[in-house]
């Protein structure tokens, strides 16, 4: 027959070749570090977060690195499948071509070998002896804890003993354990939904719309292998979804029961931490035939069937609120009401464009560090600020200012004060404004006084009658008066520092100084004189004494007015009542591994029991009637510092009860 042709040798020998490279232990430790290295990073980075949250903690670039490289869903990156996928392979073939071998190295005492093999044994020692008992040999052997098969050979007779078999099957049952790992780990996997992705029949949303506008394409059935969601649930209502993060969107998980929460329940440790939050569940589906009832509470789950549902997280559920919008831009003293609630969108139209509202979160508490003084009247370390809203204000371009507004004044340095905090991105801290409360702690005395500059007639006639023309012709006077009002214009918009401006803008330099401390009296001037026309409204006391009260307050809304420029929209919103509503946060999983990766962890450590802490040990009695001479020949699967010694014992113990003589 001709030799094969040199085109067709060099396959069949790539295929003999690619088999060992699977079971290889290169490749089989080249991916553990893998798993091991996903591993750290799945504990070390959490996984499964908004797409946003990392964009905060790490920056656009990071992000979509991290992403591309499936860092934030480690366990259910397509790269972290194939390692799986090519460890359950590796390890396969690792034990197809060497669990044989073991199995019959269990059952093979060797005793059929030569007197020379014997002698090359790891232990060997070769006597002389008048007689050799084989029988007596044997119960030697059995009472050291061997099992022991006799062979006659032509020449002689060998005794063979074998104790420790198991240890070899440390070996099976340590990569039988990998394989079964592997196994549950691609069973709890997204590798259904990956290849769904793949043909076209999966596609995350990234919107944030009402549930029923979502896409069918985005739902995942109550037949999904495996899962891992969370939905948000408030008190009284009830869900049969909930969402997996995918990618940089979710998917919605379809779940073949109805979870009821009938009630939510928190306690807070004295410094506003979460001391136990608890939810009661009542779980319905149609193969039930009475509702499950149950308290949830942390790392205290509801297992039914193969779903175990957590209490793991709490938020607001949509309180309602009572609020009152304050158009700080607005000529009249006329809020406006607005009801809402948490997670609802509203608009509202102002002289500057249409704005949308989007009420994120209500806090029932916030708890700070007390100042030393208010630790020294009360003896308490920390301080509740109360109830605050969270909120977004979105102008037509898509813009957003988020904004913390809380409802009850603050007391600092003996004064109170209500607290508005903003900013234009999530990633930077609140910037706040402290609003000076009035006498009746409110403030419907800023926003009178606010109105008031804000009103050019009602500006030019309390001036005009407060202050009279005095040493100076009536054009003069009004051409001071229009002067006042358009600087106050200009402070409304700009604040100090847009006067500051408009005179370094206008003004040859070696007048800046001059005119900018005159503008700057001219517009105190004004500022004084219509909060002394507001204090003369309420008629609360006489004007010739202002009080110290009133007298800081004036500082105080002088603050406020400097920088309200840069408050964003000109919007205020005043929380006046709420109805607290909770909601409970559950994580639900459903994993049918977990139990399967449970049992390979069990196998993995029997066989690591039995590789580490049982020794296969084999002795030989091998005797040779030609030459009367006794070959003992010994061999450890573990060559430890003792083995010689126990080796040397058990040769005394013959030479004593056989009557071997050297």
């Known amino acids: 027959m001709p030799n094969p042709t040199p085109e067709k040798a060099p396959k069949k020998h790539r295929r003999i070749q690619w088999l060992p490279f699977l079971g290889s232990m290169n490749l089989a430790v080249t991916l553990l570090m893998m798993l091991a290295i996903a ?16 964009i905060i ?101 060998t005794v063979a003993g074998m104790k420790g078999r198991w240890n070899r099957w440390g070996y099976i049952l340590t990569h039988v354990s990998i394989i079964v790992i592997c196994i549950g780990g691609l069973l709890d996997s997204n590798l259904l939904l990956k290849a769904r992705e793949l043909t076209g029949n999966l596609a995350p949303e ?139 969108v509203e608009t509202i139209n102002t002289p500057v464009g249409k704005y949308r509202i989007e009420f994120n979160d209500f806090k029932l508490h916030n708890i700070i560090p007390a100042s030393e003084e208010e630790q020294a009247e009360t003896g308490k ?16 371009q898509g813009k957003a200012w988020e904004y913390e507004n809380f409802m009850t004044p603050d007391k600092q340095d003996g004064r109170w004060f209500f607290m508005t905090g903003m900013r234009t991105s999530a990633a930077e801290p609140f910037r706040y404004l402290f609003l000076p409360a009035d006498e009746g702690r409110g403030l419907d005395r800023f926003f009178e006084y606010l109105t008031l500059i804000n009103d050019p007639e009602r500006t030019q006639a309390t001036l005009n009658d407060a202050l009279p023309a005095e040493g100076v012709d009536e054009r003069t006077h009004q051409m001071q008066l229009k002067l006042m009002n358009q600087l106050l214009m200009l402070f409304r918009r700009q604040g100090f ?64 007015l400097n920088s309200l420029s840069n408050y964003g929209p000109p919007l205020f919103f005043e929380l006046e009542n709420f109805t607290h509503i909770q909601s409970t946060g559950l994580q639900i999983t459903k994993s049918p591994g977990k139990d399967v990766v449970y049992f390979g962890s069990t196998l993995l450590i029997i066989g690591v029991f039995f590789l580490f802490y049982l020794r296969q040990k084999r002795i030989w009695l091998a005797f040779d009637n030609h030459h009367q001479t006794l070959t003992i020949a010994g061999k450890d699967t573990k060559p430890l510092p003792e083995t010689e010694k126990e080796f040397n014992r058990l040769v005394d113990a013959i030479q004593a009860q056989t009557g071997i003589k050297q």
């Open 206 to 344: 990234t919107r944030s719309v009402p549930l029923g506008e979502i896409p069918q394409k985005s739902w995942v059935g109550s037949d999904n292998f495996s899962f891992r969601g969370t939905v948000n649930v408030a008190e009284g209502q009830k869900t049969d979804v909930l969402f997996l993060p995918y990618d940089r969107g979710f998917l919605v998980q379809k779940l073949p029961f109805t979870i009821d929460v009938k009630d939510f329940r928190i306690e807070y440790y004295d410094t506003g931490m979460p001391k136990n939050f608890a939810s009661d569940l009542v779980l319905t589906a149609p193969e039930l035939e009475e509702p499950i009832e149950k308290t949830i509470e942390v790392n205290k789950p509801l297992y039914y069937k193969n779903y175990a549902i957590y209490q793991s997280s709490f938020g607001d559920g949509g309180s309602k609120l009572e609020l009152k919008v304050h158009p700080l831009l607005a000529r009249e003293f006329k809020p406006l009401d607005l009801n809402t609630s948490v997670d609802q």
């Open 497 to 560: 520092n847009g006067i500051t401006s408009f005179v370094e803008e206008n003004v040859p330099p070696e007048e800046q100084k001059r005119v900018r401390d005159y503008y700057i009296n001219q517009t105190s001037l004004a500022l004084q004189t219509l909060y002394l026309s507001v204090l003369e409204k309420e008629a609360t006391q006489d004007l010739e004494t202002i009080s110290e009260f009133n007298k800081q307050w004036f500082e105080d809304a002088m603050v406020v």
């Open 381 to 396: 370390k920390m301080h509740n600020n109360g109830p605050s809203i969270v909120f977004k204000v979105r102008n037509d």
């Open 57 to 157: 903690k790490f920056g656009p670039f990071w992000t979509q690195v991290f992403n591309s490289l499936g860092l934030f869903h480690v366990y259910g990156a397509a790269w972290f499948i194939l390692v799986l996928l090519f460890l359950l392979i590796s390890t396969g073939v690792c034990v197809s071509r060497n669990a044989p071998g073991f199995l019959k190295d269990m059952k093979q005492y060797s005793e059929g070998l030569s007197l020379n093999a014997y002698k090359h044994q790891p232990q060997s020692v070769t006597y002389a002896p008048e007689t050799f008992d084989s029988q007596q040999a044997q119960q030697l052997l059995q009472q050291q804890g061997y099992k022991v098969r006799m062979h006659e050979r032509d020449d002689g007779m």
């Open 39 to 54: 591993s750290v990073i799945g504990t070390v980075l959490q996984q499964n977060q908004a797409f946003q949250d990392y």
